[in-house]
């Protein structure tokens, strides 16, 4: 599984290269996250926590990418209200199919998402502990992301769906796969 992480953080690094020299649009993404975690055997105590997304982006015609901060994690319904924050950096390769003409119109994305670890925070009632990339949970996470959304001149709005393949946590309990829902608006540099 590491030598596929480090194939995958590979083609993403090249092939964000290549999207920024050819870039059609260089714009910020600002948005807010939906997280939760999916296990098998799940506690009907777990429930969606949100975050932020933001970082910049380049897009062409049909490809999309970024480097975001973005926070996942998931709370739980108790007396303490406790919750998990795991703060990541996202690396989407996202394919686009555009409907309508090049300065408006809806668009469908897909494509896979590598996000690096920044390590995370349990808070519980008073109590709150880090939890360090690496140690308490893997240092990378890998999912498939969907999204759709609107461009008008030089903004965007979106709605995307994250779901990691790659477990979040270390050790012998179930595994833990992240799960996001993302709203977000961009601004797109004009072209010249």
């Known amino acids: 599984m590491k030598n596929f992480k480090k194939k995958m953080l590979l083609l993403a690094i090249v092939a964000t290269g290549s999207l920024t020299v050819s870039a059609q649009g260089l714009g910020v993404v600002l948005g807010g996250n939906s997280g939760s975690?999916?296990?098998?055997?799940?506690?009907?105590?777990?429930?969606?926590?949100?975050?932020?997304?933001?970082?910049?982006?380049?897009?062409?015609?049909?490809?999309?990418?970024?480097?975001?901060?973005?926070?996942?994690?998931?709370?739980?319904?108790?007396?303490n209200n406790a919750f998990v924050r795991f703060n990541y950096i996202d690396l989407p390769l996202n394919y686009k199919f555009n409907f309508g003409d090049?300065?408006?119109?809806?668009?469908?994305n897909y494509?896979?998402?590598?996000?690096?670890?920044?390590?995370?925070?349990?808070?519980?009632?008073?109590?709150?502990?880090?939890?360090?990339?690496?140690?308490?949970?893997?240092?990378?996470?890998?999912?498939?992301?969907?999204?759709?959304?609107?461009?008008?001149?030089?903004?965007?709005?979106?709605?995307?769906?994250y779901a990691a393949v790659t477990r979040w946590n270390k050790g012998s309990g179930d595994p833990a796969y992240n799960q996001l829902f993302t709203l977000y608006v961009g601004y797109f540099k004009p072209k010249d």
């Open 37 to 79: 975690i999916f296990v098998k055997n799940k506690s009907s105590d777990i429930t969606r926590l949100n975050g932020v997304f933001i970082g910049p982006s380049y897009q062409t015609e049909h490809w999309s990418t970024g480097l975001y901060f973005s926070q996942k994690g998931y709370s739980i319904n108790n007396s």
């Open 102 to 108: 090049k300065a408006n119109g809806f668009f469908i």
């Open 111 to 161: 494509g896979p998402t590598m996000s690096f670890s920044l390590g995370g925070k349990l808070k519980s009632g008073s109590t709150s502990v880090d939890i360090k990339a690496g140690d308490d949970m893997n240092s990378t996470d890998f999912g498939v992301n969907l999204g759709v959304g609107y461009r008008f001149n030089n903004f965007q709005v979106g709605a995307n769906s």
